[in-house]
């Protein structure tokens, strides 16, 4: 039999896995009184056997995983620990098919093979994160998360349905997720670093993802917790700094002669959002006993979820009805209607119509303005509607301010 070179580095992976996982179980023999199967030696052997295995014959594999099964089954009836975890014995049935498989896919085995003993090893924070910290709801927002990104986004049809191209139910979805995972982000961020800082941190990283749907979802945290209410206004705020750095690169990659001439107006938008954060950050309540210490119990609100995803549905088919209606004159009016719901591609739609030369630049520079007054124009109505009127009012005043300021520099500053 020829070995082949990509053989025997399968090989020499399957022998490098079984050793990890080994030395990860044999420290446990270290660490407790608990009666362990296998230690370094057996699992490397086990992994080499799953090499050898597949290697001479697949249906070896099948036989050799009976075996092991077996024997680790035996160990498990042995053990006299009182012990009635499966760990140790899954351990091995693993060892045995990453060895297999590092022969096929040596990456892949390497890579999986470092999970398994970075669950090994993760066992203690583990069980306190599901037992202790973890409590039932949060369970139940994990779950119904999960199972909104991981079973239904993934069977919905990734085209257009309409007769205008432009609802795609897959890309509806996907903000119904964001709102959801932005929503439980910062219900981390407030269980992890707490309220003063936690929030705008999980903001300003949020908006590189939707600063709408961020703008929503800490909306939703004030409403739910109005102590939370001025670290939710800067987390919103940070998040569409996130959103407007973006977008400043959406357009340089489209246009740099426009970005060029947008820079002023495009800096001075961003630094009013900064300044606006800043403010909120330090407005937030400095004493610990005036901020809440857990949570509110639910991570995000379902509904509104719902609800933002149908009015994306909205805004999106009444600006493919303008633009078919209208014709290419109106590509820039449905740019700006588009800005209401994604900004980075209403941007991308008037950079193409300038570097084309369909648009000036003086023009193109007033058609970002408009898209920045009209995607803050939604944010302040979604600030308004989740958050009430005090967290509106603190996210829309700075959003207003951001786009006179830019608007102002651009008269200031002809091309």
């Not at 939703?220 to 705020?237: G, I, K, N, S, Y």
Request: with cysteine.
């Amino acid at each position: 039999m020829d070995l082949s070179t990509d053989t025997l580095s399968g090989m020499a992976v399957a022998l490098g896995v079984g050793l990890l996982i080994g030395v990860v179980r044999e420290r446990r023999r270290i660490d407790s009184t608990v009666h362990q199967a296998a230690g370094v030696r057996t699992h490397a052997l086990l992994a080499l056997t799953g090499a050898v295995a597949v290697v001479i014959d697949l249906r070896l594999l099948l036989v050799a995983v009976g075996v092991v099964g077996a024997l680790a089954m035996v160990a498990y009836y042995r053990a006299n620990d009182g012990d009635l975890g499966l760990t140790g014995e899954i351990a091995m049935l693993l060892s045995l098919l990453l060895g297999g498989l590092a022969v096929r896919d040596a990456v892949l085995a390497s890579a999986l093979g470092v999970v398994v003993a970075t669950l090994l090893v993760t066992k203690k924070p583990l069980h306190r994160f599901s037992r202790e910290l973890l409590s039932t709801t949060e369970l139940e927002d994990l779950l119904l998360l999960g199972a909104a990104a991981l079973v239904i986004w993934p069977l919905l049809p990734d085209r257009t349905l309409d007769p205008w191209g432009a609802i795609n139910p897959a890309t509806i979805w996907k903000y119904v997720v964001l709102v959801m995972a932005i929503g439980a982000a910062g219900h981390v961020a407030l269980r992890v670093v707490g309220a003063r800082w936690g929030l705008p941190m999980a903001g300003f990283f949020s908006g590189f993802a939707s600063s709408t749907a961020a703008t929503a979802g800490f909306g939703q945290r004030a409403r739910l917790t109005p102590a939370l209410r001025m670290p939710a206004v800067a987390a919103a705020l940070l998040s569409n700094l996130a959103s407007h750095l973006l977008f400043v690169v959406v357009v340089g990659i489209g246009s740099m002669a426009l970005l060029k001439a947008c820079a002023w107006p495009l800096a001075g938008a961003c630094t009013t959002l900064l300044v606006g954060g800043g403010v909120g950050m330090i407005r937030a309540p400095r004493d610990e006993a005036q901020l809440p210490d857990e949570p509110s119990a639910r991570a995000f609100k379902l509904s509104w979820a719902l609800t933002f995803g149908a009015v994306i549905t909205v805004v999106l088919l009444v600006a493919a009805w303008l633009q078919e209606a209208i014709g290419d004159s109106g590509a820039l009016l449905a740019a700006g209607i588009a800005a209401l719901v994604e900004l980075h591609a209403a941007a991308a739609t008037v950079t193409q119509l300038s570097a084309t030369g369909s648009l000036s630049v003086e023009a193109a520079r007033w058609g970002i303005i408009g898209l920045l007054a009209a995607s803050g124009i939604v944010k302040s109505v979604v600030a308004f509607t989740a958050g009430g009127v005090r967290y509106g009012a603190g996210v829309a005043g700075v959003l207003v301010s951001s786009v006179a300021i830019a608007a102002a520099l651009v008269i200031a500053l002809p091309v």
